[in-house]
């Protein structure tokens, strides 16, 4: 790999960065995951050709991001789409586990130096992991592995999938999705309360003109996944879920121009006014402010603004309730 003078970025991966974390036990330290693939995982991007060819990796930093270093020789290029760090091992030799989209899982236990791929359980040649997230209580892990069609299919080789491990991804267990549903986005596993997850979802396209999207949204499981009943249901198309613990917020972002906000663990949703972008990501919390937000978009930069919306905004989004026979 030939980097640039660019803090060490090989001039190949430079593109989209996925993901970043830092070390919250040694100050500077933290990883990123970046590609010189961008869109992911919207479907237009391995419509044509797969994910053959595609480039990036893992790049490790010491000095809070002024200086990085390729860490992901034993992955091989690949575009990596998250990195976890497990903040219960030894701060000398991190465990992280990243997912590479079209190779699954990786792990490392030395804090990024070697890696291994983790994919005993998962199913498909070319596994789109995409999200890897980490009960805080009992350490199981939750990967969302995206689907690789945007016809509207279900019920076969191309949905997506929920995966658990409870042995550090030594093994995983594919977890039942909502009825309908084949396209997972974010998990979140309430940190009060370890059996309930949030899931969102990415509607499937449905026959018939001007149909609603279906099977997208949010959804809610209190038994760890067994079961699961759908929470939000008129956005189809949820990106992140985020949650705040110094005020309990659920915070919910997608690509129909809206952000959203639950105060009652994810039971209910409401619109935070003010925000109406028609393409955003994920909401993050100000950590400075409990009351002010952050949310990231897909080509509309970042918005700031408070939390539980501005009442004094005029409401240009009203989203129908979905009529369902």
Same mark, same amino acid.
């Given at each position: 790999?030939?980097?640039?003078?660019?803090?060490?970025?090989?001039?190949?991966?430079?593109?989209?960065?996925?993901?970043?974390?830092?070390?919250?036990?040694?100050?500077?330290?933290?990883?990123?995951?970046?590609?010189?693939?961008?869109?992911?995982?919207?479907?237009?991007?391995?419509?044509?050709? @797969?994910?053959?060819?595609?480039? @990036?990796?893992?790049?490790?930093?010491?000095?809070?991001?002024?200086?990085?270093?390729?860490?992901?020789?034993?992955?091989?290029?690949?575009?990596?789409?998250?990195?976890?760090?497990?903040?219960?091992?030894?701060?000398?030799?991190?465990?992280?586990?990243?997912?590479?989209?079209?190779?699954?899982?990786?792990?490392?236990?030395?804090?990024?130096?070697?890696?291994?791929?983790?994919?005993? @359980?998962?199913?498909?040649?070319?596994?789109?992991?995409?999200?890897?997230?980490?009960?805080?209580?009992?350490?199981?892990?939750?990967?969302?592995?995206?689907?690789?069609?945007?016809?509207?299919?279900?019920?076969?080789?191309?949905?997506?999938?929920?995966?658990?491990?409870?042995? %550090?991804?030594?093994?995983?267990?594919?977890?039942?999705?909502?009825? %309908?549903?084949?396209?997972?986005?974010?998990?979140? !596993?309430?940190?009060?309360?370890?059996?309930?997850?949030?899931?969102?979802?990415?509607?499937?396209?449905?026959?018939?003109?001007?149909?609603?999207?279906?099977?997208?949204?949010?959804?809610?499981?209190?038994?760890?996944?067994?079961?699961?009943?759908?929470?939000?249901?008129?956005?189809?198309?949820?990106?992140? !879920?985020?949650?705040?613990?110094?005020?309990?917020?659920?915070?919910?972002?997608?690509?129909?121009?809206?952000?959203?906000?639950?105060?009652?663990?994810?039971?209910?949703?409401?619109? !935070?006014?003010?925000?109406?972008?028609?393409?955003?990501?994920?909401?993050?919390?100000?950590?400075?402010?409990?009351?002010?937000?952050?949310?990231?978009?897909?080509?509309?930069?970042?918005?700031?603004?408070?939390?539980?919306?501005?009442?004094?905004?005029?409401?240009? !989004?009203?989203?129908?309730?979905?009529?369902?026979?």
């Amino acid at each position: 790999m030939s980097a640039t003078n660019n803090n060490g970025i090989p001039r190949k991966w430079i593109n989209s960065t996925y993901w970043l974390t830092f070390d919250p036990e040694v100050k500077g330290k933290g990883w990123a995951v970046m590609s010189n693939v961008h869109d992911l995982p919207r479907p237009k991007m391995w419509r044509r050709n @797969g994910v053959a060819g595609y480039e @990036g990796g893992i790049l490790a930093t010491e000095d809070a991001g002024k200086n990085w270093n390729p860490v992901s020789n034993d992955i091989g290029e690949s575009a990596i789409t998250h990195i976890l760090i497990d903040p219960a091992s030894n701060k000398e030799s991190r465990t992280l586990y990243a997912c590479a989209f079209g190779k699954g899982v990786y792990k490392s236990t030395d804090g990024g130096k070697t890696w291994v791929q983790k994919n005993k @359980g998962i199913e498909g040649k070319e596994p789109f992991a995409w999200r890897i997230e980490r009960n805080e209580r009992n350490g199981e892990l939750f990967l969302v592995v995206c689907r690789r069609s945007d016809n509207g299919s279900i019920g076969n080789e191309f949905d997506g999938a929920l995966y658990r491990s409870a042995d %550090g991804a030594e093994t995983w267990t594919k977890m039942d999705l909502p009825e %309908g549903t084949n396209g997972p986005m974010s998990l979140v !596993i309430d940190p009060e309360n370890s059996d309930k997850i949030l899931m969102s979802a990415w509607g499937r396209v449905s026959p018939g003109l001007f149909s609603p999207d279906t099977g997208g949204g949010i959804f809610l499981s209190e038994d760890k996944g067994k079961t699961w009943k759908q929470t939000f249901v008129k956005d189809q198309h949820i990106h992140d !879920i985020t949650y705040d613990r110094r005020n309990g917020a659920f915070y919910a972002c997608g690509f129909n121009g809206s952000a959203y906000l639950s105060e009652d663990r994810g039971e209910t949703w409401k619109r !935070i006014k003010g925000y109406n972008f028609k393409w955003g990501k994920r909401v993050d919390p100000d950590p400075r402010d409990p009351g002010k937000i952050f949310i990231i978009t897909f080509g509309g930069g970042v918005w700031y603004g408070p939390a539980k919306g501005d009442e004094n905004s005029a409401e240009d !989004i009203v989203t129908p309730l979905l009529i369902r026979e």
